[in-house]
């Protein structure tokens, strides 16, 4: 018999999914954590009744949270990832020859250990590449007791409840300030506005003290129900943001990367916001 799975992040409205088969279940006095197979989505992974990810839509998210500031940054050769516990941000980096160093402090092992496992496409034997330090840590201790440098800094955490809230603080931002080189570019994933409009209002006011231009841009990811989803942009080089389609394209075509999603004319049009967002950030 086919049970249903009920996300039940947003008050009244939800997404369901046939459970086929649960791979993992995890109830702690803490959290519950399912890992199951449906049919459309292929396997996927929730965490407190949030959909975490999902195999068969997880690449619009990862390659929007890594090749927009990487792609944007043009040189970047050490980046930071905070969280990313399923690795898929991690193998999108790695995709980049240019990049020399990644560091990732996730708070979890377990997670990592049980996405090797059960969704071992996201991160496809990243956790091995040569130039990754795998980090276990909470990403809000991380940034302010190391002194190692980033050109990038990418938080793909959980929303902002429970560990994964002490990373949408000013403090954390500050650190991330801190750990960033001249002319380098911090990400977050930001939830979708359409229903976690004040999740975007509280990034605006926190991020903007730390960066001379903080925005958002918009990925599509149809698990992430309501919508655009928003990531959190911070650099103090504006000019980040208007590079010519053209650089893009040939940035695009030197890196040599294949992708499903991302491309030069989904980089130029991502940072353009719904009329409603930029209202409300009037007034953030
Ligand atoms: N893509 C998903 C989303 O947008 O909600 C989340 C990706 S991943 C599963 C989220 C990761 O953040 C998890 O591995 C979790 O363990 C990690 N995490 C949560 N709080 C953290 C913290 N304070 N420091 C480091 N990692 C954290």
Redesign the pocket.
Known sequence: MTTSYKETLHKGYGQAFDVEEVLFEQQTDSWHLIIFRNTTYGTV?A?DG????TERD?FV??EM?THVPIMAHGSAKRVLI?????G??LREVCKHQSVEHVTQ????Q???DM?KEYLPNHSNGAFDDPRADIVI??????VHETDEKFDVIIS????PV??????FSSR?YEGCKKLLNEGGVFVA?N?VPFLQQDEVITTRRRLSPYFKDQAFYRAA?PT?IGGD?TLAWGSDDESLRQIALSELQSRYEQSGIKTRFYNPQMHKGCFGLPQYLLDALEQA
């Open positions: 992974m965490l949030i959909i975490q990810t997880e998210y990862h949270l905070i969280g990313g516990g399923d898929g941000i402090v996730e708070i979890d377990a997670v990592i996405c840590a909470d990403g809000i201790e991380y793909d955490c959980t929303d429970g560990p994964g809230e002490v990373l954390f994933q939830g990811v992430y989803m």
